[in-house]
């Protein structure tokens, strides 16, 4: 580890840590005594009481008068005190918490522990089996700790900015200064600093103010309320912003990709990981396209189904008035209502709301002749899928989807699924987020980076960052290392 | 010779995806039934025709890559100003944008014929073509790089398509290619002259080339597309050829769809009602690209902004879709763009080629007079 000095001059110590944490908004630097005393912390990361009672109190006391450290140490109420001439010391302990206390002349200074432990709740929305159990809470200070605290990396950049003209939101923009790119930096604060609205209350609407594309339905940047998730797509090279007030926070740029990764894929083992966020891609493709299918199959192409299963399917739906097209709209809309409904009540209530919605009106529905067992089948197991989604807002998307493609399934069959599926493919290459192509690294192919998103390899196989946003950093670790290969015995 | 205002860098694309774009764009509605206009006249050595062609391609693209080099970066549209001077070029350029705006036309009308023939007749056929070129306008609109990347889904969701044949060739007959090398020697060229609106669509390289961002490897990519190409017609063929008669292959309009009824799988039957809808992934990109080079002649020629341009195409061509309602008319102008493309396309390269080639030497050794 490197080994810099700190100098003796206050000025001096005050400039060289700010040169080393360049952009903090939270980085304070207090003096003391007509600037014989300086007192400096991150103030998201400690106890703001602590330091006022056991720190900032007794040493206004002194009055001024020449000190040495020792004697500080006298006075300091604090169990934990370290005495450092060292520069990157002094940085680490400063981004855990630590208050650094520097007397104007002494080539030394004082480092107290004032950290406290930034409160989470449990993830309600993005859970984790093995991962951790912290969700952001609605404190911007605390939810910036929680990063810092994953990453108490001096390259992690905290911007402060404000939106909203009556809300006057604060925004914190956090990103690691050598793995993001400059530019997209600039274009996110440009858009922000350009927002002229009254108020912007939660994330998700910022997100909706400041993206590339605001007609289509799909989210351009990636909401989260995972503090783990956060720091793995930070040190990929997104920038991420958190809103005061907010437990979501915003990723960007994002792609297609994005939307089926969970923080769970990083700690599972990789080859179970692929199988799982494969079978996740072909769930969310299936749960588009399953009913659509079904629908243009029935109305126009029986002749693709196979006699013994074309039996069964007919036995099925004899009872049925309608046509395919109405009996999949009439299901698909019970189901979506089932879940708006479930979506805003609470969870008992809601458990009751599921007994109802699926046992009661599926099996009258099958009963009363209004629909086949085939279709409820197929539209729960899309419903399934879609909720496979590991983003609440992609499964939505996803559901909503499926009706353009039921009626172009039952107006023009297989015909009108695919042309369907040809507008998505350009709709989605046409994408960006903060002018990145949404579909990445498909389109442009980028080969090399598809364990990025697609896949999920070892971990050596990651050493080197992808080219996403073409990072001044581009090792995780040395690749030359986690190529070597040992020979037998040795 | 630099003759057209260079292209800013976010638009250009990697020279490897010239392997999708000029793939995508041979490959298209010909290959459902080409089969039985080239068997007509060479019977089983058919495959033997679709081979001399596929040379043919692949010394057309190696000309025309040469000719691109000589002029830096400029499109086929640039070249013609340069080499046969400000009217007689304007004229040939008019007259390749209008070529290459039929494609289109002929492309949705086949599909429509196909779909009406196999699928249903109720389908009504200004629908297919309207939405058919709505997905086109929505598609160029987003520019050259859009619809190089909807090549590139194009083939990576279509391309599997050639592992079908091992169904048929289950039942193969092989003793069917002999005797070889019966056919005579005329029968032959005419059977390969009849390849050339099915395996037409390398020309865009001439329209493309400009954008590719290391132009130093398009030549290589170009022609490995064109094996690519070469290889699923001549895939296609054989199979063709060892799964049917003689005579059946003679009656069949639409072989390569006969040939994938026969395909069963536990919880699907009649793969080409499968593959007809999923034909819509193939022929995209040739009408996305065809009306692309089209905008930019438009612009190049009558200075149109290529977004108008891009309404005016699809209005035409929906316009004149209105024309060819019947078989015959469909055929007639797949017989006519076929006569058509053998000059533009086949043969007038080389005379392109000759004439710059001579045109630059006098130009130089003229500088060289004057220093």
């Given at each position: 580890m490197e080994h810099t000095h700190l100098p003796a001059s206050l000025d001096a110590a005050v400039k060289q840590v700010k040169q080393a944490l360049p952009i903090s908004a939270d980085l304070v630097v207090r003096t003391l005594h007509k600037r014989r005393m300086g007192v400096l912390f991150v103030n998201t990361l400690l106890d703001t009481e602590l330091l006022q009672r056991a720190v900032l109190a007794p040493l206004q006391r002194l009055g001024g008068h020449a000190q040495t450290l020792q004697a500080l140490m006298e006075i300091i109420p604090i169990a934990s005190l370290k005495v450092t001439d060292n520069l990157q010391q002094t940085l680490e302990f400063l981004l855990r918490g630590w208050v650094y206390l520097h007397l104007d002349g002494i080539a030394q200074g004082l480092l107290i522990q004032t950290d406290q432990s930034p409160q989470g709740v449990i993830p309600e929305r993005e859970y984790a089996v093995i991962g951790q159990q912290t969700a952001f809470t609605e404190s911007l200070e605390n939810n910036v700790a929680l990063i810092r605290k994953l990453l108490p990396d001096t390259r992690l950049c905290n911007e402060s900015l404000t939106v909203g003209r009556r809300s006057k939101t604060r925004v914190s923009m956090l990103y690691i200064s050598d793995i993001a790119d400059e530019q997209n930096v600039i274009t996110l604060r440009q858009r922000m600093e350009d927002l002229e609205v009254d108020s912007v209350i939660a994330s998700s609407i910022l997100t909706q103010l400041i993206d590339d594309n605001s007609w289509t339905v799909f989210t351009q940047m990636l909401l989260t309320e995972r503090p783990d998730r956060v720091t793995y797509d930070l040190l990929e090279g997104k920038i991420a912003l958190l809103l005061d007030g907010n437990s979501l926070a915003i990723l960007a740029p994002c792609t297609l990709w994005d939307y089926m990764k969970t923080s769970e894929d990083y700690n599972t083992r990789w080859n179970l990981t692929m199988l799982i966020r494969a079978m996740r891609i072909v769930a969310m493709f299936g749960s588009t396209l399953m009913t659509a299918l079904y629908v243009a199959a029935l109305t126009y192409h029986y002749q693709v189904i196979p006699i013994n299963l074309l039996d069964s399917l007919i036995e099925s739906r004899l009872?049925?008035?309608?046509p395919p097209l109405y009996e999949a709209l009439l299901l698909e809309v019970i189901i979506e209502l089932l879940r708006e409904a479930g979506a805003r009540l609470p969870t008992k209530v809601g458990q009751t709301m599921g007994i109802v919605g699926g046992i009661v009106i599926g099996e009258a529905a099958v009963q009363a002749g209004f629909t086949s067992n085939i279709l409820i089948m197929l539209v729960a197991l899309g419903a399934l899928s879609s909720f496979t989604s590991p983003n609440y807002m992609f499964g939505i998307v996803i559901r909503l989807l499926r009706f353009p493609m039921i009626l172009l399934a039952g107006w023009l069959g297989g015909l009108g699924i695919l042309l369907g599926i040809a507008f998505l493919m350009l709709h989605l290459l046409r994408i960006t987020s903060l002018g990145h192509p949404f579909l990445w690294p498909m389109y442009p192919l980028r080969l090399r980076n598809w364990k990025e998103g697609l896949l999920r390899l070892r971990l050596p196989s990651y050493a080197k960052r992808s080219d996403f946003t073409r990072p001044e950093d581009a090792e995780r670790y040395s690749p030359a290392q986690a190529k070597q290969i040992h020979d037998i015995d040795e | 010779m630099n003759t057209t205002p260079t292209i800013p860098k976010r638009l250009l694309f990697n020279a490897s995806m010239l392997v999708f774009v000029i793939q995508a764009n041979q490959v298209g509605v010909g290959v459902l039934g080409f089969h039985r206009l080239i068997a007509k006249y060479v019977r089983q050595d058919a495959w033997i025709a679709i081979v001399i062609a596929g040379l043919a391609v692949h010394l057309i693209l190696w000309v025309m890559v040469a000719t691109l080099r000589m002029f830096d970066s400029s499109d086929l549209y640039g070249i013609h100003d340069a080499v046969w001077g400000k009217w007689l070029g304007r004229v040939l350029n008019a007259l390749y944008t209008a070529m290459l705006a039929a494609p289109t036309l002929v492309i949705i009308e086949t599909y429509i014929e196909v779909i009406q023939t196999w699928i249903s007749v109720d389908i009504p056929s200004w629908f297919v073509s309207l939405s058919l070129l709505l997905l086109v306008i929505y598609g160029v609109l987003g520019g050259l790089r859009i619809i190089v990347g909807f090549c590139l889904l194009s083939v990576l969701s279509t391309i599997w398509l050639v592992l079908l044949a091992y169904y048929p060739l289950q039942y193969a007959v092989w003793s069917h290619l002999l005797p070889v090398f019966e056919a005579k020697l005329p029968d032959l060229l005419t059977a390969v002259q009849k390849m050339a609106l099915t395996l037409s669509g390398f020309e865009i390289i001439y329209f493309v080339y400009p954008f590719?961002?290391?132009?130093?490897?398009a030549y290589r990519y170009s022609q490995i597309a064109a094996l690519i190409t070469n290889l699923i017609y001549l895939i296609a063929m054989l199979t063709a050829t060892v799964y049917f008669s003689q005579e059946q292959l003679l009656h069949n309009i639409w072989a390569q769809l006969s040939i994938l009824k026969i395909i069963q799988l536990p919880f699907l039957e009649r793969f080409e009602y499968l593959i007809i809808p999923l034909w819509v992934l193939v022929i995209l990109p040739n009408m996305l690209l065809y009306t692309w080079a089209t905008t930019r002649g438009l612009k190049h020629v009558f200075h149109l902004s290529q977004k108008k341009g891009v309404y005016a195409v699809a209005l035409i061509t929906l316009g004149l879709g209105f024309l060819f309602n019947t078989r015959q008319k469909v055929n007639q102008l797949n017989d006519l763009f076929n006569t058509f493309y053998l000059y533009a396309v086949f043969l007038y390269p080389l005379l392109l080629y000759v004439v710059a080639l001579i045109k630059t030497k006098w130009q130089r050794r003229q500088e060289g007079k004057q220093t």
């Open positions: 009872r049925v008035p309608f | 590719v961002r290391d132009k130093h490897h």
